[in-house]
T-cell receptor
Framework: GDSVTQMEGPVTLSEEAFLTINCTYT??????LFWYVQYPGEGLQLLLK???ADDKGSNKGFEATYRKETTSFHLEKGSVQVSDSAVYFC???????????WGLGTSLAVNP | GAGVSQSPRYKVAKRGQDVALRCDPI?????LFWYQQALGQGPEFLTY????????KSGLPSDRFFAERPEGSVSTLKIQRTQQEDSAVYLC????????????FGPGTRLLVL
């Protein structure tokens, strides 16, 4: 079945460091790919998405490119801030299957 | 505008009790999803509604779990004879239609079964 694998955390970075959170997937057909973020004490929010191969999703300085050849959707940010501390989830949905299939989440802590 | 709301936010139940969790989706959203998130894990799909029709309930873990959306708006997830393994955060999400449309999440109901 479809699945998502993302790098384990926790990830701890200093402010202004470069961030990469790896995400790879297994899916039949052509899934849409998502990154959701969960800030402390808050609900899940969509961070960015891409619906077809080679699309780049971007928001709040974060980017991820849909790579069909490597079945990946890695999340990157050039300079993280303390306010980026949160748990990040990679997910996919595709075809007639409308449900989101999730990775385990990666906790990010950014220190000043 | 109002987002997805869920109630109660927290629920403590004794093992064997029945619980009912409510979800108010964003007005006009056709699709509604329930997910279960165990501590330290990603959400797991439970069930999906399109309007009042339950199109997919493949993720419901047992016949103790039941969901309904009788008028195509508010949804209720009911768990009968709760067990300790039911302790989790129950998330509701809605989207305008479905497919690759963005799902908007509520804050979740944290259920603790003692």
């Amino acid at each position: 079945g479809d699945s998502v694998t993302q790098m384990e955390g926790p990830v701890t970075l200093s402010e202004e460091a470069f961030l990469t959170i790896n995400c790879t997937y297994t899916a039949t057909g052509y899934p849409s790919l998502f990154w959701y973020v969960q800030y402390p004490g808050e609900g899940l929010q969509l961070l960015l998405k891409a619906t077809k191969a080679d699309d780049k999703g971007s928001n709040k300085g974060f980017e991820a490119t849909y790579r069909k050849e490597t079945t990946s959707f890695h999340l990157e940010k050039g300079s993280v801030q303390v306010s980026d501390s949160a748990v990040y989830f990679c997910a996919l949905t595709g075809g007639n299957n409308r449900k989101l299939i999730w990775g385990l989440g990666t906790s990010l802590a950014v220190n000043p | 505008g109002a987002g997805v709301s869920q109630s109660p936010r927290y629920k403590v139940a004794k093992r064997g009790q029945d619980v009912a969790l409510r979800c108010d989706p964003i007005s006009g959203h056709v699709s509604l999803f329930w997910y279960q998130q165990a501590l330290g894990q990603g959400p797991e799909f439970l069930t999906y509604f399109q309007n009042e029709a339950q199109l997919d309930k493949s993720g419901l873990p047992s016949d103790r779990f039941f969901a309904e959306r009788p008028e195509g708006s508010v949804s209720t997830l009911k768990i009968q004879r709760t067990q300790q393994e039911d302790s989790a955060v129950y998330l509701c999400a809605s989207s305008f239609s479905g497919g690759s449309e963005t799902q908007y999440f509520g804050p979740g109901t944290r259920l603790l079964v003692l």
